[in-house]
T-cell receptor, first 113, second 113 residues
Framework: AQSVTQPDIHITVSEGASLELRCNYS??????LFWYVQSPGQGLQLLLK??????LVQGIKGFEAEFKRSQSSFNLRKPSVHWSDAAEYFC???????????FGTGTQLKVEL | DGGITQSPKYLFRKEGQNVTLSCEQN?????MYWYRQDPGQGLRLIYY???????QKGDIAEGYSVSREKKESFPLTVTSAQKNPTAFYLC????????????FGQGTRLTVV
């Protein structure tokens, strides 16, 4: 079955520390991958996407992600976390012949001041 | 401003009643989607539509119905057949099927009592 796995349900980091959120995909040989962020009670905002080309993708708010085909991974990183980054983060893959996004279960990020 | 509008933000209904959630977009997008979000389960696709007057079932369509009579509107009806309707519902759109970024509305929280 097509699936996106986010192994970490909750992560807590100190403000100013680096962050890495893990994501593993399983669908495509040439996957289309996304990271979204959701604040409580809100919709989702796209952070970045990977379709092809350079395996290191830059996004908004200082986030980046690296696509590693050998590991089927698309981990999200940020060098220095800000308190405002506290939110839930979702990894997603375009599946179903391009008809839908399959989401991971999300990682809740808490930032300690 | 262009975007997706979901209404209402909060909705309460008695068990056994049908309820319709509104989703309107002014982005001139062809494709629209409904997702359901439950804690710890990520987002699951209910229905999607690629063009007017056409829609397809997603992964959890049972107990739901949709219509797509206009390009900008994609209402979702939660019927009495849906066994556990209390959830957060998110509407999204994209320029066309499979295209890059999906834009999300702010969501509707439905509580059935």
């Amino acid at each position: 079955a097509q699936s996106v796995t986010q192994p970490d349900i909750h992560i807590t980091v100190s403000e100013g520390a680096s962050l890495e959120l893990r994501c593993n995909y399983s669908y495509g040989a040439t996957p289309y991958l996304f990271w979204y962020v959701q604040s409580p009670g809100q919709g989702l905002q796209l952070l970045l996407k990977y379709f092809s080309g350079d395996t290191l993708v830059q996004g908004i708010k200082g986030f980046e992600a690296e696509f590693k085909r050998s590991q089927s991974s698309f981990n999200l990183r940020k060098p220095s976390v800000h308190w405002s980054d506290a939110a839930e983060y979702f990894c997603a893959e375009l599946t179903g012949g391009g008809n839908k996004l399959t989401f991971g279960t999300g990682t809740q990020l808490k930032v300690e001041l | 401003d262009g975007g997706i509008t979901q209404s209402p933000k909060y909705l309460f209904r008695k068990e056994g009643q049908n309820v319709t959630l509104s989703c309107e977009q002014n982005l001139n997008h062809d494709a629209m989607y409904w997702y359901r979000q439950d804690p710890g389960q990520g987002l699951r696709l209910i229905y999607y539509s690629q063009i007017v007057n056409d829609f397809q079932k997603g992964d959890i369509a049972e107990g739901y119905s949709v219509s797509r009579e206009k390009k900008e509107s994609f209402p979702l009806t939660v019927t009495s057949a849906q066994k556990n309707p209390t959830a957060f519902y998110l509407c999204a759109s994209s320029l066309y099927r499979g295209n890059t970024e999906a834009f999300f509305g702010q969501g509707t929280r439905l509580t059935v009592v």
